[in-house]
Each structure stands twice: as C-alpha cells, then as structure tokens.
C-alpha cells in the first residue's frame, strides 16, 4: 500500500467508525473499541467499534474498489494465524450460490471479515434464519446483507415454474414475488425486465421474512444494534446496488 492510499485508508477509518465507542456484544464484558483499518484483521476490539451504518460503509468502500480493480493486497497465510482463536466479522450477508456473486470477492473483504451463508436464491429457511441469529446475536455481526444479483437461475426457474427435485421446493419460496411482479410483456424468464422485478421483489420479500419469522433479528433491528438491507450485486459490471 503506498503512502496515499494508507493516509486515506487511515482517514476512512476514522470517518466510518466511532473510534472509542464502548460495544458489550454477546461475547461478555465491554470491550473498549480501537479503530478499523481496511484489509486488516479484525479483533474484538475492531469489531466492538463497528455500527450498522458503518459496517454498511465498509462495504460499500469494498465494492467500490472491487469494480475499480484496485483490490487490496492480502495476506491470507497471515489472516489465519490472527483468526486461528476466533473470529470477529462486522457484516453477515446471505447471497445466492451464484458463482459469480461471491460476497468475500465483491465486497474486497478477506478472512474473518463476513459472515456469509449462501444458497440458491438466496432465500431463508430455519437453518439460514439460525445461522444469521447466531452471526448477530453471538458473534456480534453488526449488518445483515441480503445480496440479489441479476442473471438469477434461480429466479428465472422460478418464473418459468421449473420443476427439478428438491429445487422444486426452493423455488417455491420465490414464487410469491413472481405473482406480485407487474412488469407488462410475459411473466417468463424471457423478459429480462420481468426477470429484474422478481429479483428486487424476492430480496425485498426475503427480508420480510427475516423480520417476520426471526424474533432475535427482529429485536437486534428495533434496539438499532443491527440493520438488515437489500442489495442487488449486477454480474454485468460488479456493481452493488443497495435497495
Ligand atoms: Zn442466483
């Protein structure tokens, strides 16, 4: 990293974080906060000074440079020993099993920083809904990130009312949103547009669902300890738009 863009990793760090807010998390007593630094291991004490909105910020940084090709240098072998002991991931973010919708990858974050659960579709069922329960109740996951992306097989199975196996059963959870889209032209995979509501809709209807059928996430949200957002990752060009 050279001297600028450390100074402005530097900068971001400061302006995102609440350099010396004090979080108690669910990991036991407060733990004072020490400021984030991008590409850098998180600790406890980095995670404790995360907030939604700036959990959210750190990602959108990522992406930002994610589309810009000026990915920050890793250093993994070096990740793992710091994170052999325990982890301290700021965001959570469940995402289709899409390969090129990789959140690790579009967002620019390495290990230890997401907590990612991925399946097709990106839908929930209990074992998503428990496994993002612990990310922000137990580990202290400060954002839940539902991450669409354009293209979706999934969602345009479920337009098309593909019937496969067990893939039958999860595209079912779509199909509320293939019934409430009302773009013009056939309601098939063939209109791109129709295809685009769907998957705004499904990430919308998605996280309805969080809040409806997860008491603990719904709680963390109304505290303000956690946000849960939308997104749609656009395989044309890496974007993330947020919804
Ligand atoms: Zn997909």
Redesign the pocket.
Known sequence: MNALRRLSACAAAFVFLGAFAHASDDHGDPVAATPYFPGKTLTQSVQAGFTPDSALAVLKAGNARFVSGKTLRRHHKSAIGKTALGQYPYASVL????SR?APELVFDQGIGDLFTARV???VVNEDILGSLEYASKAAGSRLVVVL??T?????KGACDGAQMGNLTMLLDKIKPSVNAASTPGEHNSKNHAFVDEVTELNVKDVIKNIREKSAILKELEDQGKIKIVGALYDTSNGRVLWY
């Not at 293209?151 to 969602?155: F, I, L, R, S």
């Open positions: 995402g289709c099993i899409d919708a097709a579709g990106n669409g992306h293209g979706c097989g999934a969602v």
